[in-house]
C-alpha cells in the first residue's frame, strides 16, 4: 500500500462502519476519500460531505456529472468542499422543484402484531411544548406505528423496531380512564399512527366510539390520509366525534406521502361522513414550499370551500416541515427518493424548520384564500411561535389552556349546531 493511499484510509477510518457513509456506494466513496485527503477535510466537514451527498442523491441530483464540474471548476483552499456544499444550499434555498416522476420502491412490509401490553394509551400529544402555542392535545395510542410512507413522518423515530403494534385491550383500558367531568378535553388517536389505516381491526374504532360515547366533556378526533370511512359510514358515530383530513395537493402526495389515499379520495371521504352528520375537519400540514406551492394550496382551498359548508367544517390547521434531529437522521439513513429535506433549516422552538420568513409567506397566501370563513371556521397554527400567529392572525392566545378551551368550544358548537338540523 502506498503512503498515500493509507492516509487517505486512515483519514476515513472513523467513519468506515457508520452507516451512511456505508450508504454512499463505491463511486460516491471513492471521491470522498479523494476530496478528504487532498482537501485535508476535517472530521466535521467528511460527515457534513457524507450528509450533504446522501441529501444529493435522494433529491435526484446527477453526482457524477456533478463531481465533473466541480473538479473542473474548483481552485483554491477547500474549493472542492465549498463547491459541494455551495450546490446543496442552493438547492436548499430555492423552492423544491419536482420534476422527476415518484420512483420510490415499494415500502418493506411490517410485521402487524397485536399486544396486550399493560402501557398506558392515554397521554400528551408527544409534540406538546410550552415554547410555542400549543392546543394541548391528548392522544390514544390505538396503534403503535404507522403502516404508511410518509418520507417526513415523525413516528418512525417513536417505535424502534419498525413493527407495528395493535393493542388489543384498548376497550378495556378505556373502560377505566377516569376524566375530570368539570374540565373539557380534546383528545385523538392519530399521532402514534393514522387512526383509520387499520380499521376497525380487533374493535379498535369501536372502542375509541364507546370512550367517546362515554364522555360528553370531550370532542374526539380520528386524523387521518387514508380513505377508510366503511366502518364509520356503518355505525352510529357519536355526536362528539370528528374526522380529520391532512391535506396536499397531488404532487406531494405522488412524491412524499406513499401509500396514501389521493386528494380527491381524502376530500370525497370527507364529504361522505358530512353527509352522514359527522363534523369534519382539514390539516395543511405539513406544506411544502415547492415549485406551484401557491396555485397548489389554493387549488384546495377552491375545492374544500366550494365542497363543504362552513358548518360542516370542524377546524382547519396549518403547519410546515418541523423536524427533530433524529427524524432527520432516519430520512438519511433510509435513503429513499425524497425532497422532503431538500430546504432550508432554522431553529424553531428547540427544532427545525423553515425560516421565519418562509413561514410567513405561506401561511398567509393559504389563510387568505380562506378569507370568506375566517370569522366561520376556528384555524390555527400547529407547533408555532406566538410571533408568527400574531403576524397572520394579528393575535395569539396567551396561554396553552385559553387556546385549548377556544378550539373546544368552537368545535362543540359545531357539534351541536348539526346534531339539531
Known sequence: MSISSKQKKDRLAPFQKDALFRSLGFDNQSYLKEMAYE???TFQEIRQSIEIIIDLSMWGEDLQRKWIDIDRKSTGNKAQFHALKSHWQSLK?????????SSRAKDAIRKVTNHSDENEVLGMCPVASEK????????VDAVQGCGLGCSYCSIQTFYQDGDISI??????????????PE????????QSSDSLAFGNNDGIIDAQLDFAR???????????KTKNISHLLDVEVPQNIFVCWSLNPQVIIEQEEHGTASLEQRISSARKLADKGVIVGFHFHP?????????????IVRKITSTFASDEIAMISMGTLTFIKSVIKRIREAGFQSKTLQMPLAEASGKLSFPFGIKEKIFKNVYEHFSSWHDEVFFYFCMEDKVLWEAIFGTYYKTNEAFEEALFQSVKQKMEKISLK
Open 167 to 180: 393493542d388489543g385491550n384498548l376497550k378495556e383500558k378505556l373502560s377505566k380512564i377516569s376524566l375530570d
Open 214 to 224: 362515554k364522555h360528553p366533556n370531550i370532542i374526539f378526533e380520528f386524523k387521518t
Open 93 to 101: 434555498t430555492d423552492e423544491t422543484r419536482y420534476d422527476l416522476p
Open 132 to 139: 410555542t402555542v400549543c392546543c394541548n392535545l391528548m392522544t
Open 287 to 299: 406544506i411544502f414550499y415547492y415549485d406551484g406551492w401557491k396555485k397548489g394550496y389554493e387549488d
Open 183 to 190: 374540565k373539557n378535553y380534546h383528545i385523538g388517536s392519530g
Open 39 to 41: 482537501e485535508k477535510l
